[in-house]
């Protein structure tokens, strides 16, 4: 079935650095979606890529979608303590249920102030 | 506020008991989900239910046992549990449509099972 990898499971860095995590799918996608996880709270959507090679950037997040729509990235610029959370990528596979949507188990971020 | 709710927030429960999670969304959206979260382990789907109907049973064990009796409610019904599923139990729903929408998530339940 349809896996979707995600590194590095954990990453610590110092408030002000940069932050990436790296999304892989076994299978090509239909799209890709980000998800926020605070210590503690509940998944919240961050963005969707549809398009190939699509570059979106909210604020400080640039995300990326692979030309063959089967990777993807979240780079954060100048890290923030309001950072600190699990990232997740997950995908709808193409051609497959639009209803299923495959998660990586996530990047950890950790800010130290 | 996500607009979907979950109770109870969490729950302690033994092997033999029966219990139920509640789910409701205020959002007006006609997809349903069922996710589990365990540690070190990725998000798993574990039901889909599209205008009260299922449409994804990501075989999950007959000791789960969902409801969905309308498109802004949804139930998961638990009854002789293993240790092995305690776990954060999200419910989400989504307007689906002829796109790809994102998922509201709820707070979860947390489960624990002895």
């Known amino acids: 079935g349809q896996q979707v990898m995600q590194i590095p499971q954990y990453q610590h860095v110092q408030e002000g650095e940069d932050f990436t995590t790296y999304c892989n799918s076994s299978?090509?996608?239909?799209?890709i979606q980000w998800y926020k996880q605070r210590p503690g709270g509940h998944p919240v959507f961050l963005i969707q890529?549809?398009?190939?090679?699509e570059v979106k950037k909210q604020k400080r997040l640039t995300f990326q979608f692979g030309e063959a729509k089967k990777n993807s990235s979240l780079h954060i610029t100048a890290t923030q303590t309001t950072d600190v959370g699990t990232y997740f990528c997950?995908?709808?596979?193409?051609?497959?249920?639009?209803?299923?949507?495959?998660f990586g188990k996530g990047t950890l971020l950790t800010v130290n102030p | 506020e996500t607009g979907v709710t979950q109770t109870p927030r969490h729950l302690v429960m033994g092997m033999t008991n029966k219990k139920s999670l509640k789910c409701e969304q205020h959002?007006?959206?006609?997809?349903m989900y069922w996710y589990k979260q365990s540690a070190k382990k990725p998000l798993e789907l574990m039901f889909v239910?599209?205008?009260?109907?299922?449409?994804e049973n990501n075989s999950v064990p007959s000791r789960f046992s969902p409801e969905c009796p309308n498109s802004s409610h949804l139930f998961l019904h638990l009854h002789t549990l293993q240790p092995e599923d305690s776990a954060l139990y999200l419910c989400?729903?989504?307007?689906?449509?002829?796109?790809?929408?994102?998922?509201?998530f709820g707070p979860g339940t947390r489960l624990t099972v002895l």
């Open positions: 890529l549809v398009k190939s090679g």
């Open positions: 239910y599209n205008f009260k109907e299922q449409t």
């Open positions: 299978t090509t996608l239909s799209n």
């Open positions: 989400a729903s989504s307007r689906h449509g002829d796109s790809y929408n994102e998922q509201f």
């Open positions: 997950a995908g709808f596979n193409s051609g497959g249920s639009n209803y299923k949507l495959t």
């Open positions: 959002l007006g959206h006609n997809a």
